[in-house]
Structures are given as structure tokens and as C-alpha cells.
């Protein structure tokens, strides 16, 4: 049987087709990581509204935390191997695709 990927290059491509580039925000989990104030704060200036300073505390709240399941190394590979292509499409398209995207280890 086969595995089908996602690819997060075509459906952006799709939504690029109706929408203008200052329409569409693309944003990463990475980013709400690394730095939830900046991404809240972009996330307000795309919808044209003022960042709340009164959110920061809630920006770092845990909510719902799940545990990590290690991934069989069979599936890792193919994962890895499956989304190769599409994280080189999406480097391309995203000039602020992750550091972290770019070198995934599933």
C-alpha cells in the first residue's frame, strides 16, 4: 500500500491562486515555540488590530499538553523521505520557512 503525503507546497499554491500575497499569513508552530509574543504580534498586525499586552501571560500557558510517542524508525524514514520534495517546494516559496523545516528529523 501506498503513503500519501500532504503537500503543504500545492495547497499553498492553491490558496496563492485566489488570494494576494498580503492576504495570506503563513505561520509555523516553530514560531509559537520559539517566540509566541512576535507571532501573536504579527498575527494582529496581519488582521490590522493592536496586540493586547495583557495576552503575554496566556501566550506561554501550556493548554492541553499531550506526551511524546516515539515513531517507529520504518515509518521515521518514509516520512522523512515522503516530505523531502515538498520542504524543498516550500523553501522556495517561503523565504521564512524554519531552519528547523528545513533539516526535519521526524
Excluded: H, T
Excluded at 32 to 44: E, K, M
Excluded at 51 to 74: F, M, R, T, V
Amino acid at each position: 500500500a501506498a503513503i500519501l503525503f500532504y503537500k503543504f507546497s500545492r495547497a499553498l499554491s492553491y490558496w496563492e491562486k485566489y488570494f494576494k500575497e498580503e492576504q495570506l499569513l503563513v505561520v509555523f508552530y516553530d514560531e509559537l515555540l520559539d517566540s509566541p509574543w512576535q507571532l501573536y504580534s504579527r498575527i494582529c498586525g496581519f488582521l490590522r488590530i493592536e496586540p493586547d499586552s495583557a495576552q503575554l501571560p496566556q501566550l506561554s500557558k501550556k493548554i492541553n499538553e499531550g506526551s511524546y510517542l516515539k515513531l517507529p524508525e520504518k515509518f521515521r524514514e518514509k516520512i522523512e523521505n515522503g516530505w523531502r520534495e515538498d520542504i524543498e517546494e516550500l523553501s522556495l516559496m517561503l523565504p521564512s520557512l524554519p531552519e528547523s523545516w528545513k533539516n526535519r528529523k521526524v
